[in-house]
């Protein structure tokens, strides 16, 4: 089965950066669109950007400007960088596909913690 591994969260300051990283196992990850969903404690999960296999971008309003998605296929991993994070940025942070793409939710990983706190 497809498995997603996010990495790369931790604690940082405001207006600090991270970079997240999702490696996924699989040989349909190369052809198919990616995202980044966060669920924050008292929220529900959203997407906040998400790319096509061709490398087209799409961001939520929230992070535009500051969230950076990209992907390397030969790698089969999709990356976030996050900049001048806020404090409402603090998360966990899953990879899953958009939610029109055939495999969304079939798999998700643990997931990986960022919280932005001086």
């Known amino acids: 089965q497809v498995q997603l591994v996010e990495s790369g969260g931790g604690l940082v300051q405001p207006g600090g950066s991270l970079r997240l990283s999702c490696a996924a196992s699989?040989?349909?990850?190369?052809?198919?669109?990616m995202g980044w969903y966060r669920q924050a404690p008292g929220k529900q999960r959203e997407l906040v950007a998400a790319i096509t296999s061709g490398g087209s971008t799409n961001y939520a309003d929230s992070v535009k400007g500051r969230f950076t998605i990209s992907r390397d296929n030969a790698k089969n991993t999709v990356y976030l960088q996050m900049n001048s994070l806020k404090p409402e940025d603090t998360a966990v942070y899953y990879c899953?596909?958009?939610?029109?793409?055939?495999?969304?939710?079939?798999?998700w990983g643990q997931g990986t913690q960022v919280t932005v706190s001086s």
């Open positions: 899953n596909p958009p939610k029109g793409s055939s495999w969304y939710g079939d798999y």
């Open positions: 699989g040989s349909i990850f190369s052809i198919n669109a």
